[in-house]
């Protein structure tokens, strides 16, 4: 699972920051964390599970529809309920370099402006600071669900009287497209995140993953 602290929002203000003496040095922008032992300070003892890299749901489908000499295959398959840690944009918090449009359009700005609050709340372009926002925190844990079409394969398999004048025992054409489109709400790269290899401490986390690429195939399979 992960284990970090929780991030419940934004410093709207520098009077908001400083009524919460649990983060002495927070400003206005900064993330506010969740003082779990009640302590009156943020430290490692106010870490708690706040996701798990686990999916609740593996499904998926493998459909053949057939109409004559046509037939459709579909392929899909999906995941709920597991989380990702998207180091990615963990590093675009800071707005330094290699920033993420959306990142910046989402972060905190000013009291007037306190951000979208999509995909959860960004906070204000720091490098450094003493609030401790670069931290690993719930912040940059993101809903990894996804329903994905894999593959999809249109065929048209010859009729039986030019197979035979053609001396073969079969003969089918066919057109496919792989990875055709993911529905997911996780603002990353692939929702389908590799598991580190044999190192469990980075299982779920998202590393800028390069993304499964789109794929066209046109053949034809002729039985002798």
């Known amino acids: 699972v992960f284990y970090s602290k929780k991030v419940v929002g934004v410093f709207n ?4 920051a400083a009524a919460y003496t649990a983060q002495p040095f927070a400003k206005a922008g900064d993330f506010k964390f969740l003082d779990v032992d009640k302590n009156g300070k943020i430290d490692d003892n106010d870490r708690l599970v706040t996701g798990s890299p686990h999916p609740d749901y593996f499904f998926g ?3 053949t529809f057939s109409y004559g000499a046509f037939s459709l295959d579909v392929l899909t398959n999906g995941m709920m309920g597991q989380k990702i ?4 944009f963990a590093v675009n ?7 993420l449009a959306f990142v910046d359009e989402a972060r905190w700005r000013s009291p007037s402006q306190p951000g979208s609050g999509k995909y959860g709340s960004f906070g204000r372009t720091i490098r450094g600071g003493k609030n401790d926002n670069f931290t690993y925190s719930s912040w940059s844990l993101f809903n990894a669900s996804f329903y994905r079409i894999r593959q999809i394969n249109l065929n048209y398999n010859l009729p039986a009287s030019v197979i035979s004048r053609l001396r073969l025992q079969s003969a089918r054409a066919y ?3 792989n990875n055709v489109y993911t529905f997911t709400d996780y603002p ?5 995140v590799g598991n580190g290899g044999d190192t469990q401490t980075v299982f779920g986390v998202d590393f800028g ?8 195939t046109l053949g034809i399979n002729i039985g002798f």
């Open 188 to 192: 990353g790269y692939d929702p389908e």
């Open 13 to 16: 203000t520098d009077a908001e």
């Open 93 to 99: 918090n800071s707005a330094v370099q290699n920033n």
């Open 175 to 177: 057109i496919g497209i």
């Open 209 to 216: 993953t390069y993304p499964l690429a789109r794929s066209f």
């Open 61 to 63: 489908f493998n459909n």
């Open 85 to 88: 840690f998207a180091s990615l």
